[in-house]
C-alpha cells in the first residue's frame, strides 16, 4: 500500500507534467502564429522573450518580433519597442527611433506611450524640452486612467508647468492617481494637506 504523500506526488509530477506540455504546445501555437504574420502572436512572444515567461529571457528576439509587430501597426508593440529604444534594451538606445515609435502609438490611443512621450517632452530627451507638448500628453493618457500620467499632470497643475496653474484640477488628477495606489500621488496628498 502506498502512503498518501507518495500518492500525492506522483500526481503532482503528472500534473506538472502535463502543464509543462501544455504550455510547449501553446508556446509552439504562437510560435506558428507569430511566423505566419499574426501581428498579436508576435507581440505576445516577444513579451515572453523579453521576460523569459516559458522561454529563456532574450531581448534580441523580443526586440525583432516586437519590431515585425510594430511593422503591422501593433500599438502595444510599438509602445514597447519605443521604450526598449529609449532604455537601450536589447537594441542601441536611440531617441529618435524611441520617439518615432511612441509617437505612432500614442496617435493610436495607446496611454502608456501617451505617458512616455510626455515623460521624453518634460524631459528634453530626444525632443527639446516642451512642457506644453509634456501635459498634453500626460493629460491624454490621464483621461484613459494612467496612474502615473494622472499624478504627473496633477503636478503640471498645481505648478503651472506646461499649463495654466489650476489649484482644483491639480488635486482632482492627484486624488485620481491615489486612490489608484500611485505612491507618489498618495505623498503628493499628504504634503497638500499640511
Known amino acids: 500500500?502506498?502512503?498518501?504523500?507518495?500518492?500525492?506526488?506522483?500526481?503532482?509530477?503528472?500534473?506538472a507534467g502535463s502543464l509543462l506540455h501544455a504550455q510547449t504546445q501553446n508556446l509552439a501555437?504562437?510560435?506558428?502564429?507569430?511566423?505566419?504574420?499574426?501581428?498579436?502572436?508576435q507581440y505576445d512572444l516577444a513579451d515572453m522573450y523579453l521576460h523569459g515567461q516559458g522561454v529563456a529571457q532574450n531581448s534580441a528576439k523580443a526586440v525583432e518580433w516586437l519590431q515585425k509587430s510594430a511593422a503591422q501597426g501593433n500599438a502595444d508593440a510599438q509602445s514597447n519597442l519605443g521604450v526598449l529604444y529609449y532604455t537601450g534594451q536589447g537594441v542601441?538606445?536611440?531617441?529618435?527611433?524611441?520617439?518615432?515609435?511612441?509617437?505612432?502609438?500614442?496617435n493610436q490611443g495607446n496611454a502608456t506611450a501617451q505617458f512616455n512621450l510626455g515623460f521624453m517632452y518634460a524631459k528634453g530627451e530626444g525632443v527639446a524640452t516642451?512642457?506644453?507638448?509634456?501635459?498634453?500628453?500626460f493629460e491624454k493618457a490621464a483621461q484613459q486612467g494612467h496612474a502615473e500620467a494622472q499624478a504627473m499632470i496633477g503636478a503640471m497643475y498645481y505648478e503651472g508647468r506646461g499649463v495654466a496653474q489650476n489649484q482644483t484640477k491639480a488635486l482632482e488628477w492627484i486624488r485620481k492617481s491615489a486612490a489608484q495606489g500611485n505612491a507618489k500621488a498618495k505623498q503628493m496628498l499628504q504634503m497638500l494637506n499640511k
Not at 5 to 12: D, E, G, H, N, S
Not at 130 to 137: G, I
Open 1 to 15: 500500500m502506498k502512503k498518501p504523500q507518495t500518492i500525492l506526488l506522483i500526481l503532482a509530477l503528472a500534473l
Open 29 to 41: 501555437g504562437l510560435q506558428k502564429a507569430a511566423e505566419d504574420g499574426d501581428a498579436k502572436a
Open 92 to 106: 542601441a538606445t536611440d531617441y529618435a527611433k524611441a520617439l518615432e515609435l511612441l509617437q505612432k502609438a500614442a
Open 130 to 137: 516642451n512642457y506644453a507638448k509634456s501635459a498634453e500628453w
